[in-house]
Nanobody
Framework: QVQLVESGGGLVQAGGSLNLSCAAS????????LAWFRRPPGKEREFVAA????????FYADSVVRRFTISRDNAKNTVYLRMNSLKPEDTAVYYC?????????WGQGTQVTVSS
């Protein structure tokens, strides 16, 4: 079993920044990629960013490129999402995702609210 626990969400004004973290624990057999998704109010869950095991490759949704940065610390089994220049449309519940040993896992989500 694998657990993903997000932290770092909150309320921020437009133009501000937030850092999200997601710690993986349990049967975390490397290598595995890590990603962030989000679910805006009243909308479907959508992809935000992903990072490969070595961190050598990162992927971003068009809506967050050049504003968000994904990174990871494999020694801590943790993935981070640095969010800059936040916009009201970034308001969502942010979820951590991973696929380990061919099985998908989701965190419980953390709320990010950006006020205008």
């Amino acid at each position: 079993q694998v657990q993903l626990v997000e932290s770092g969400g909150g309320l921020v004004q437009a133009g501000g920044s937030l850092n999200l973290s997601c710690a993986a624990s349990g049967r975390t057999f490397p290598p595995y990629c890590l990603a962030w998704f989000r679910r805006p109010p009243g909308k479907e869950r959508e992809f935000v960013a992903a990072i490969t095991w070595t961190g050598g490759n990162t992927f971003y949704a068009d809506s967050v490129v050049r504003r968000f940065t994904i990174s990871r610390d494999n020694a801590k089994n943790t993935v981070y999402l640095r969010m800059n220049s936040l916009k009201p449309e970034d308001t969502a519940v942010y979820y951590c995702w991973s696929r380990i040993a061919m099985l998908p896992y989701w965190g419980q989500g953390t709320q990010v609210t950006v006020s205008s």
